[in-house]
């Protein structure tokens, strides 16, 4: 009964099994479950919050401000007789003609500086010492005279023009004027206005025809006057060179030509034997006061820079060419001109186009006749309004030549004066003469 039982027990313990491992499928599933599942973790559910946004203002778009446009200033140093502040027309003119300018280039400013002529503030003192102390506060554009003009190119204190600019190569410039700017072989600058020696003469009556006018000095006889004691002897100078005179040989040494120095005492000779020398020439100390002895009818010639006639020309005188030796006429003279002297190079543009500006023909006409100074473009005399003395000192003009250099004139010009105070106070012979000047010119050599 026992071994029943137990048999029973075992019979089904076996077919458990069985059933058990009938039941598993290929998938390991038994009865369709999958045996391997997980019994799933449950997840903690999150509650939601509410996220609290802090509110952004409102960007305001505002319009970009441009950038503020570099502002160029140019210096320009002046003389004071070309102040545009001076209350005078041809400040006026000059001040128009800078705001015109500054019109086209807004981005310019224009600041004048007025310095003497002479002494340890002037022009090219004043240069020198910016140059040396505080470079970058010389200015962009200096105006000059010859002389001034070559002892700043000398010193390197301004820059070659004719590396930025080409209207001095443009027709219409009279020839003196050209080598007014030119100080070795470069072109230092360009010319604004020019200033000549001229004879004025006086007639007995108004000519009606300016046929009839005269040409020069020999169509006119009386007394004459000049400077004698001109440091410079600007008339000896200028009868020298007419005469074809030279200043410096083949050597480039300054000399003096023997037989150019007769002829030319020969002329003053035969003047002073004719008694034709103004009595009181010795004591004449300027062109000014020469000048103020015409205007009284003391003399019926003088000989004065073209400044004087133009201020205050007598109705009943006339403005001639000097008066040749030879068969042609020779006039000297001299100018001012516009230098660049501008340290910033990106800056040197705008300051060469104001310069060349102020070389414009309309302008320089109406601006040298108010400072009664002489254009040196032939179309700018279109604009005086003073024909008759434009047509006049437009024929001087072509037949002027610049004064030689000032190491000439500092070396020749008291040889010169030696021979003729020789001829007038001792009464040597021309050719006695002109050896004490060769002699005087050795020795200050």
Not at 144 to 171: F, H, Q, W
Request: hydrophobic letters at 45%; aromatic letters at 8%; glycine letters at 6%.
């Amino acid at each position: 009964m026992l071994r029943q039982k137990t048999f029973r027990h075992l019979f089904i313990v076996v077919l458990g099994i069985l059933l058990l491992t009938g039941c598993i499928g290929e998938n390991n599933e038994f009865l369709g479950i999958p045996l391997s599942q997980s019994t799933p973790i449950p997840t903690t559910t999150s509650i939601p919050t509410m996220e609290v946004v802090t509110p952004v203002p409102e960007e305001v778009l505002t319009p970009e401000t441009p950038e503020e446009e570099t502002v160029n200033t140019l210096l320009l140093w002046v003389p004071p007789f070309m102040d545009p502040a001076n209350g005078s027309a041809a400040g006026e003119i000059l001040q128009k003609k800078l705001d015109a300018f500054v019109t086209q280039n807004p981005n310019v400013e224009i600041v004048i500086r007025v310095k003497s002529e002479e002494g340890t503030a002037s022009l090219i003192e004043s240069l020198t010492a910016v140059s040396a102390v505080a470079p970058l506060e010389l200015p962009s554009l200096i105006i000059l005279d010859r002389t001034d003009l070559e002892t700043a190119a000398k010193k390197g204190l301004i820059l070659p023009m004719g590396d930025y600019s080409t209207v001095i190569n443009e027709i219409g410039w009279f020839q003196y004027a050209r080598s007014l700017s030119v100080i070795g072989d470069s072109s230092y600058g360009l010319p604004l206005v020019g200033e000549a020696l001229v004879m004025v003469v006086r007639e007995e009556e108004e000519p009606i025809d300016t046929d009839e006018t005269p040409n020069n000095s020999d169509d006119v006889e009386g007394k004459i006057a000049f400077w004698q004691s001109d440091p410079q002897a600007v008339f000896l100078l200028n009868d020298y060179m007419a005469a074809g005179g030279q200043f410096v040989d083949e050597e480039n040494q300054i000399v003096l030509n023997q037989a150019e120095l007769i002829t030319l005492y020969e002329k003053f000779n035969a003047i002073q034997a004719e008694n034709l020398f103004y009595e009181g020439m010795a004591e004449i100390t300027s062109h000014a006061e020469a000048w103020e002895i015409f205007k009284v009818d003391e003399v019926d010639m003088v000989v004065v820079p073209s400044f004087y006639p133009l201020i205050d020309l007598p109705g009943d005188a006339r403005v001639l060419p000097m008066e040749a030796v030879t068969d042609f006429d020779h006039t000297l003279a001299t100018g001012w001109t516009v230098a660049l002297a501008d340290p910033l190079p990106e800056r040197r543009g705008l300051a060469v186009a104001l310069a060349e500006s102020l070389t414009e023909v309309g302008f320089m006409g109406q601006w040298s006749e108010e400072m009664n100074l002489l254009p040196v473009r032939g179309a700018a005399f279109d604009s005086w309004q003073a024909e008759s003395l434009a047509q006049r000192f437009s024929v001087i003009s072509l037949s002027a030549t610049i004064y030689p250099s000032q190491e000439i004139i500092r070396m020749v010009s008291p040889a010169l004066q030696a021979g003729l105070t020789a001829l007038f106070d001792e009464g040597v012979s021309p050719e006695e003469a002109a050896q004490i000047a060769l002699d005087v010119l050795t020795v200050e050599e």
